[in-house]
């Protein structure tokens, strides 16, 4: 039950990152923040304390509030719009939006910033093309395949042990980039400065859109795969487009790789690619394949 009617937080705002312990109130009601938080509406994601949710609900408060209205990005990100992206995704699962993602890429000033337009453009289809294809069109917020769900644990590593086999302890892939596996969901979280939290509730990657897109570029910037080198490395590098499914999935999907299926899945992400570029109006750049 709620405490009696106190005086009311500062009101939330979906475009304001809360961290654990913030405070905030909506529609008469005060919150606090379980955890880092970013655009989940505290009137339908909250609990009690050890719910999961993000916000834990405090108390009734005297009189309500009007949330911030969620900001227009407007204009486009490295010559993407809201249109544009809507364009190339429309039957995508309303978990992601345009500009959600606009405010996950804030948080890596070099996604996509090299200065150089082409460029820039360059990196953000090669991005959403390899996208694209890890989740189904942007469709798949959770891996579909739910007979792995609890495979994704290695009970032998004690630094990330293995929970209960409810949904929200497995650590499947989720997101855009369906990071999976305990060391990704605990490298993430560090690098976020999230600490444990991913770890104690990977489903925050199916939950929350802001964490979710960060993930996907997390993984874009930082992660070197079979390349030696992370995709966002090898555009600014030179090193082509075919150099990120490398890093992203080369042991699957590029010659030499240890576990090689052939070509297929390596040309339907050159063919996305060479769609959005064209959709940019820039060029796709050498080296497509891998």
Not at 255 to 276: D, E, H, I, L, S
Request: glycine share 10%.
């Amino acid at each position: 039950m709620l405490a009696t009617t106190a005086v009311c937080y500062a009101p939330w705002s979906p475009a304001t990152a809360y961290s654990g312990g913030a405070t905030v109130s909506y529609n008469g009601v005060n919150y606090r923040a379980a955890y880092w938080t970013q655009g989940s509406n505290p009137s339908t994601n909250s609990g009690p304390v050890n719910s999961g949710q993000p916000w834990i609900t405090d108390s009734v408060c005297g009189g309500g509030t009007t949330p911030t209205p969620t900001p227009d990005p407007g204009g486009s990100f490295a010559g993407l719009s809201k249109a544009q992206f809507e364009s190339w995704f429309p039957s995508r699962s309303s978990f992601y939006q345009y500009a959600d993602f606009v405010a996950a890429a804030a948080y890596y000033p070099s996604f996509a910033k090299s200065g150089n337009a082409t460029l820039d453009k360059q990196e953000v289809a090669a991005f959403f093309a390899n996208l694209q294809h890890e989740s189904d069109n942007l469709k798949a917020v959770r891996e579909y395949n739910t007979a792995n769900w609890p495979l994704y644990c290695d009970v032998n590593w004690v630094q990330v042990p293995c929970k209960s086999n409810n949904v929200g302890d497995q650590y499947f892939g989720r997101g855009p980039i369906q990071i999976s596996w305990t060391s990704n969901y605990r490298s993430l979280g560090n690098a976020m400065g999230l600490g444990e939290q991913l770890v104690n509730n990977p489903e925050l990657l199916a939950t929350n859109a802001t964490i979710a897109w960060r993930s996907a570029i997390w993984y874009w910037m930082t992660q070197p795969g079979r390349a030696g080198r992370s995709a966002h490395d090898s555009m600014v590098g030179g090193y082509g487009f075919g150099q990120t499914i490398n890093a992203i999935n080369g042991n699957r999907e590029c010659v030499g790789g240890t576990a090689y299926q052939g070509p297929a899945q390596m040309q339907t992400r050159v063919n996305y690619y060479t769609t959005f570029t064209q959709n940019l109006g820039v060029p796709t750049g050498p080296n497509l394949s891998c």
